[in-house]
T-cell receptor, first 113, second 114 residues
Framework: GALVYQYPRRTICKSGTSMRMECQAV??????VAWYRQSPQKTFELIAL?????????EQNFTQEKFPISHPNLSFSSMTVLNAYLEDRGLYLC?????????FGPGTRLTVL | GDSVTQTEGQVALSEEDFLTIHCNYS??????LFWYVQYPGEGPQLLFR?????EKGSSRGFEATYDKGTTSFHLRKASVQESDSAVYYC?????????????FGKGTQLIIQP
């Protein structure tokens, strides 16, 4: 079956530091990867859409300078949160697309102290 | 832009009750509609989807029918179980805004009391 792994599951970082999170699609080739942030209030914000060999599209309020993404092949993507602050906390979800469906990983929960 | 509205923030039922969670959408094109379920500590899992008017999606006893006229995709289940307790999200994907992009509703917390 189609599975999406995310690593780490949880991370804590000091305010102003950076952390990197990874997303791995297993059992299928992801035509694109979407990174979302789920706030403590449970709403989803799309950060960026990434397609291999195409430019990464960032949503309003999210920039490459703050959330650089690497997407080297059809099964792996990584995103870094640079200079994390309290407002960056939340559950970061990776959604890997196979045909019509988008499969989600369990997320990386970021806590900022 | 596209939007999805779930009117119920929380629904509390007893086992074997009938469930309805309302979902209405607004999209410039002809979207594909989804229902996702999220359990604590996990990412959203796809329940089912529908792509055409009057198409019914179903899974695990849950179902919803795509209604273009009323722009709705309400989730229903005839008899809920305690294990159905979770957060349910209605979402859409609109090709005019990029097929890879999902727009989510705010979610409905379903609480089933034994």
């Amino acid at each position: 079956g189609a599975l999406v792994y995310q690593y780490p599951r949880r991370t804590i970082c000091k305010s102003g530091t950076s952390m990197r999170m990874e997303c791995q699609a297993v059992g299928f080739q992801a035509t694109s990867v979407a990174w979302y942030r789920q706030s403590p209030q449970k709403t989803f914000e799309l950060i960026a859409l990434s397609t291999v060999n195409s430019a990464i599209k960032y949503e309003q309020n999210f920039t490459q300078e703050k959330f650089p993404i690497s997407h080297p092949n059809l099964s792996f993507s990584s995103m870094t949160v640079l200079n994390a602050y309290l407002e960056d906390r939340g559950l970061y979800l990776c959604g890997a697309r196979a045909r019509v469906e988008q499969y989600f990983g369990p997320g990386t929960r970021l806590t900022v102290l | 832009g596209d939007s999805v509205t779930q009117t119920e923030g929380q629904v509390a039922l007893s086992e074997e009750d009938f469930l309805t969670i309302h979902c209405n959408y607004s999209a410039s094109g002809y979207p594909t509609l989804f229902w996702y379920v999220q359990y604590p500590g996990e990412g959203p899992q796809l329940l089912f989807r529908a792509s055409r008017d009057k198409e019914k999606g179903s899974s695990r006893g849950f179902e919803a029918t795509y209604d273009k006229g009323t722009t709705s995709f309400h989730l229903r289940k005839a008899s809920v179980q305690e294990s159905d307790s979770a957060v349910y999200y209605c979402a859409l994907s609109d090709y005019t805004e990029g097929a890879d992009r999902l727009t989510f509703g705010k979610g409905t917390q379903l609480i089933i009391q034994p």
